[in-house]
């Protein structure tokens, strides 16, 4: 190549009529490579061919083109993948288990678009692919980009890897202008075993299971790895889309095998509850024979202008759901049963088991959720499994569906060694020795360490580093368990003093197992980074008790700061001892009322619990504030109060506090017009059922209330609408119909 002319000389015509063929050169020695196995150039020759067409790319930014070989993970790639935001969220879907559930599916889909029970609908029905979901983007019909689900909104860049499944094909024609494409990775029985039997050869790690291949495989650094295993892929739905692909679920399924992708050709239309059944029976019996991992049938209303309306929930779409194939089932000897201590200080018992093969994974540990499980109880005291407890030593019944924990189903009793002894569960923590206690109403045993107990401490740091809560880069649970045994980081402020601490105790991170100059720095750079952290990010690390994402959202998005928030719940804290003891006062009746045979008498109760407090009008309303906070109930709202009023917590967030800066929470996202208001439906609705108008509203970022009030925004009044309407009259605020109503949430 000696030749060539040098880029600084070159124009950009000249560079404009270069580039094809150094990308076709590079492509071509690029399938030589991976998918032929048979590398034509030398790696010198490739690398000059490379680094070329980066220097062009760099010069003539407009030149570069987004599928350029330039951006493909090279042969040793140092860092992680690269995140994407999905443009659309990749969800996942509701379970069904039992005809009666498909069912109910049915009708509820039906009861949501306001149409009667005889309706007959039609849906897909396909197989659910057991493997992991992969959303490809295709731009004028070229592929640009893979990506992982990941958490749903953000995944992982695979699109090396990907471009080295047979399955994907790297152009399509006909196709809208974008397309994402969604399906499922997988590998097949007998390329799982041959990749097995080859990994043993070599003495390397063999997979569980053909997911877990195909997701190893796909998730490797290195494409020249993934372009060695045999991967395929079945599309069957989408993302991001330029223009419809059909009008219905079949249509565009058709629509996407003509394009070239592999589409199951189990996928049915079905009318109607009782087809669906059928075809799940019928792909049931064909299960064993496929080839490939399935673990149930997927049904989906065909019809996409249904789809819409039904619209989603948090996680999963409504006109969707998962009729999953019964669990796997196996018996073996319970060795032993361990008491793990987690982030609440909950005590989960865990089942050792003599290892046992439960529908192709070997299982050695399974979970017996809590201490009435081992005693055959449910939480109210009645029996589970006709009373028969667990005990070390017995021949247990153990069951694994999809990806969740193998349980402990049953017990032999047959087989019980006459010595064996009931199970004692612990009620002192086994790692910290603090009380562990049940709080009424409680099914779980906890541990009253709290940061004391390094089980507790270590759990909550590894929650507060987790992805949807700090997320710091090199920071995962090895990590934390490694830097709390050595005693560096206690608490999560401890990881934003790190830096600090170890001024020139760098050189003692460095010098550990593991971690060079490069890795500590990066460390401190990842920890820096995340020193400016969304409010609602914040209140989900904190790692409080019934606070998930979509609860800290919530809050987050209620009080808007940090400050706010902290002195609202500080304000509170009378009226959520209040509630404390009007709880406790309820019960009490409730129980008295049950031994003397009279109704208990809850109102009077809970009134003079609550006034024997004395509680000052502010936190009572501040308080009432919060419950009525959308996504927040009583118990969350007294699982915060509890945890900002904890001395010892609370003078660990606020250390924590100090050393951020805490962001606001982002806008919801809205809809221009109707964000932030606060709307209530009254009378008639015809063109759109009750469930589904308020499902809508919320998704547009407005809130649904029952009544009313001088804080309702617009009135929405279909036929038969009355003493609503009239009062919404009186406040002068605004009312509309349905039609309006219809007009103004985007259409139906
Ligand atoms: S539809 C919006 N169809 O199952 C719903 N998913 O448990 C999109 N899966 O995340 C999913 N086979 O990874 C759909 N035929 C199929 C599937 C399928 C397997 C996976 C997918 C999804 C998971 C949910």
Same mark, same amino acid.
């Given at each position: 190549?000696?030749?060539?002319?040098?880029?600084?000389?070159?124009?950009?015509?000249?560079?404009?009529?270069?580039?094809?063929?150094?990308?076709?050169?590079?492509?071509?020695?690029?399938?030589?490579?991976?998918?032929?196995?048979?590398?034509?150039? #030398?790696? =010198? &020759?490739?690398? !000059? $061919?490379?680094? *070329?067409? +980066?220097?062009?790319?760099?010069?003539?930014? %407009?030149?570069? @083109?987004?599928?350029?070989?330039?951006?493909?993970?090279?042969?040793?790639?140092?860092?992680?993948?690269?995140?994407?935001?999905?443009?659309?969220?990749?969800?996942?879907?509701?379970?069904?288990?039992?005809?009666?559930?498909?069912?109910?599916?049915?009708?509820?889909?039906?009861?949501?678009?306001?149409?009667?029970?005889?309706?007959?609908?039609?849906?897909?029905?396909?197989?659910?692919?057991?493997?992991?979901?992969?959303?490809?983007?295709?731009?004028?019909?070229?592929?640009?980009?893979?990506?992982?689900?990941?958490?749903?909104?953000?995944?992982?860049?695979?699109?090396?890897?990907?471009?080295?499944?047979?399955?994907?094909?790297?152009?399509?024609?006909?196709?809208?202008?974008?397309?994402?494409?969604?399906?499922?990775?997988?590998? #097949?029985? =007998? &390329?799982?075993? !041959? $990749?097995?039997? *080859?990994? +043993?050869?070599?003495?390397?790690?063999?997979? %569980?299971?053909? @997911?877990?291949?195909?997701?190893?495989?796909?998730?490797?650094?290195?494409?020249?790895?993934?372009?060695?295993?045999?991967?395929?892929?079945?599309?069957?739905?989408?993302?991001?889309?330029?223009?419809?692909?059909?009008?219905?679920?079949?249509?565009?399924?058709?629509?996407?095998?003509?394009?070239?992708?592999?589409?199951?050709?189990?996928?049915?239309?079905?009318?109607?509850?009782?087809?669906?059944?059928?075809?799940?029976?019928?792909?049931?019996?064909?299960?064993?024979?496929?080839?490939?991992?399935?673990?149930?049938?997927?049904?989906?209303?065909?019809?996409?202008?249904?789809?819409?309306?039904?619209?989603?929930?948090?996680?999963?779409?409504?006109?969707?759901?998962?009729?999953?194939?019964?669990?796997?089932?196996?018996?073996?000897?319970?060795? =032993?049963?361990?008491?793990?201590?987690?982030?609440?200080? +909950?005590?989960?018992?865990?089942?050792?088991?003599?290892?046992?093969?439960?529908?192709?994974?070997?299982?050695?540990?399974?979970?017996?959720?809590?201490?009435?499980?081992?005693?055959?109880?449910?939480?109210?005291?009645?029996?589970?499994?006709?009373?028969?407890?667990?005990?070390?030593?017995?021949?247990?019944?153990?069951?694994?569906?999809?990806?969740?924990?193998?349980?402990?189903?049953?017990?032999?009793?047959?087989?019980?060694?006459?010595?064996?002894?009931?199970?004692?569960?612990?009620?002192?923590?086994?790692?910290?020795?603090?009380?562990?206690?049940?709080?009424?109403?409680?099914?779980?045993?906890?541990?009253?360490?709290?940061?004391?107990?390094?089980?507790?401490?270590?759990?909550?740091?590894?929650?507060?580093?987790?992805?949807?809560?700090?997320?710091?880069?090199?920071?995962?649970?090895?990590?934390?368990? =490694?830097?709390?045994?050595?005693?560096?980081?206690?608490?999560?402020?401890?990881?934003?003093?790190?830096?600090?601490?170890?001024?020139?105790?760098?050189?003692?991170?460095?010098?550990?197992?593991?971690?060079?100059?490069?890795?500590?720095?990066?460390?401190?750079?990842?920890?820096?980074?995340?020193?400016?952290?969304?409010?609602?990010?914040?209140?989900?690390?904190?790692?409080?008790?019934?606070?998930?994402?979509?609860?800290?959202?919530?809050?987050?998005?209620?009080?808007?700061?940090?400050?706010?928030?902290?002195?609202?719940?500080?304000?509170?804290?009378?009226?959520?001892?209040?509630?404390?003891?009007?709880?406790?006062?309820?019960?009490?009746?409730?129980?008295?009322?049950?031994?003397?045979?009279?109704?208990?008498?809850?109102?009077?109760?809970?009134?003079?619990?609550?006034?024997?407090?004395?509680?000052?009008?502010?936190?009572?309303?501040?308080?009432?504030?919060?419950?009525?906070?959308?996504?927040?109930?009583?118990?969350?709202?007294?699982?915060?109060?509890?945890?900002?009023?904890?001395?010892?917590?609370?003078?660990?967030?606020?250390?924590?506090?100090?050393?951020?800066?805490?962001?606001?929470?982002?806008?919801?996202?809205?809809?221009?017009?109707?964000?932030?208001?606060?709307?209530?439906?009254?009378?008639?609705?015809?063109?759109?059922?009750?469930?589904?108008?308020?499902?809508?509203?919320?998704?547009?970022?407005?809130?649904?209330?029952?009544?009313?009030?001088?804080?309702?925004?617009?009135?929405?009044?279909?036929?038969?609408?009355?003493?609503?309407?009239?009062?919404?009259?009186?406040?002068?605020?605004?009312?509309?119909?349905?039609?309006?109503?219809?007009?103004?949430?985007?259409?139906?």
């Amino acid at each position: 190549m000696s030749e060539t002319p040098a880029i600084e000389n070159l124009t950009e015509a000249e560079a404009a009529a270069e580039l094809p063929a150094l990308i076709a050169a590079l492509e071509a020695a690029n399938t030589a490579y991976h998918t032929l196995d048979a590398p034509e150039l #030398s790696d =010198a &020759d490739y690398d !000059a $061919l490379k680094r *070329r067409l +980066a220097a062009i790319e760099a010069r003539f930014p %407009a030149l570069a @083109r987004a599928d350029s070989p330039t951006r493909k993970i090279g042969a040793a790639v140092a860092e992680g993948f690269g995140k994407v935001t999905h443009e659309i969220r990749m969800l996942s879907l509701e379970n069904a288990f039992s005809d009666e559930d498909v069912a109910d599916f049915d009708l509820r889909v039906k009861s949501y678009l306001g149409l009667p029970e005889a309706t007959p609908l039609t849906y897909t029905a396909e197989p659910k692919i057991d493997g992991l979901s992969l959303s490809l983007r295709y731009e004028n019909g070229r592929l640009v980009q893979a990506a992982t689900r990941g958490d749903g909104e953000v995944g992982e860049n695979v699109t090396e890897n990907a471009r080295t499944i047979a399955d994907i094909p790297h152009e399509i024609t006909g196709a809208p202008a974008l397309l994402e494409v969604r399906g499922e990775v997988y590998i #097949s029985h =007998a &390329d799982f075993a !041959a $990749l097995n039997a *080859r990994a +043993a050869q070599a003495g390397d790690k063999t997979f %569980a299971n053909p @997911r877990n291949a195909a997701a190893g495989s796909l998730r490797q650094l290195d494409a020249r790895i993934t372009a060695a295993r045999p991967l395929k892929f079945f599309a069957y739905a989408w993302g991001a889309l330029s223009e419809p692909l059909s009008d219905s679920q079949s249509g565009a399924i058709a629509r996407l095998a003509a394009l070239g992708f592999q589409t199951n050709p189990l996928t049915r239309s079905c009318r109607g509850p009782g087809e669906m059944l059928d075809h799940y029976r019928q792909i049931a019996q064909l299960r064993a024979s496929l080839g490939y991992d399935i673990d149930g049938v997927v049904y989906k209303v065909d019809d996409l202008a249904l789809q819409r309306r039904l619209g989603f929930r948090s996680t999963t779409p409504r006109w969707a759901i998962a009729h999953k194939f019964p669990a796997e089932l196996a018996w073996t000897r319970l060795e =032993a049963i361990e008491i793990q201590v987690g982030r609440t200080g +909950a005590l989960s018992p865990v089942a050792r088991l003599s290892p046992v093969t439960v529908g192709g994974v070997v299982v050695s540990n399974a979970t017996l959720h809590n201490e009435d499980y081992i005693a055959g109880r449910d939480a109210k005291g009645g029996a589970i499994r006709g009373g028969r407890d667990i005990r070390v030593g017995d021949w247990v019944q153990v069951y694994r569906a999809g990806d969740v924990i193998p349980k402990i189903a049953d017990v032999d009793l047959s087989r019980r060694d006459p010595a064996a002894q009931p199970f004692e569960f612990p009620t002192l923590c086994p790692v910290c020795g603090s009380e562990a206690i049940r709080e009424p109403g409680d099914a779980v045993r906890r541990c009253t360490g709290g940061l004391i107990c390094p089980a507790q401490a270590v759990e909550k740091l590894k929650h507060f580093v987790s992805r949807a809560a700090f997320d710091i880069e090199g920071l995962g649970a090895k990590q934390i368990e =490694a830097f709390y045994a050595d005693g560096w980081i206690h608490e999560p402020a401890d990881i934003f003093t790190l830096r600090a601490r170890f001024g020139q105790g760098l050189q003692q991170l460095k010098n550990r197992e593991g971690w060079g100059e490069k890795s500590a720095q990066n460390l401190f750079e990842a920890i820096e980074t995340r020193r400016a952290i969304g409010l609602e990010r914040l209140i989900f690390a904190l790692g409080i008790r019934h606070c998930g994402e979509a609860a800290a959202r919530d809050v987050a998005q209620h009080y808007g700061s940090w400050e706010a928030m902290v002195a609202a719940l500080d304000l509170a804290r009378p009226a959520a001892l209040a509630q404390r003891a009007a709880d406790a006062a309820e019960e009490a009746e409730r129980a008295a009322a049950l031994t003397e045979g009279r109704r208990p008498r809850i109102t009077e109760t809970r009134a003079a619990a609550i006034a024997a407090h004395g509680l000052p009008a502010e936190a009572a309303a501040v308080w009432a504030d919060l419950g009525a906070t959308d996504g927040v109930g009583p118990v969350l709202a007294l699982s915060l109060s509890d945890a900002f009023a904890n001395p010892e917590e609370r003078s660990a967030i606020d250390r924590l506090a100090a050393e951020l800066t805490i962001l606001p929470p982002p806008a919801r996202a809205a809809s221009g017009e109707i964000a932030g208001l606060t709307l209530v439906f009254t009378g008639t609705l015809e063109r759109m059922t009750r469930a589904e108008a308020k499902a809508r509203a919320e998704s547009l970022g407005a809130k649904v209330a029952g009544s009313v009030s001088a804080k309702t925004d617009i009135l929405i009044a279909g036929p038969g609408a009355g003493s609503k309407a009239k009062k919404a009259a009186e406040l002068g605020i605004r009312v509309i119909d349905e039609d309006d109503w219809i007009a103004l949430a985007g259409g139906i």
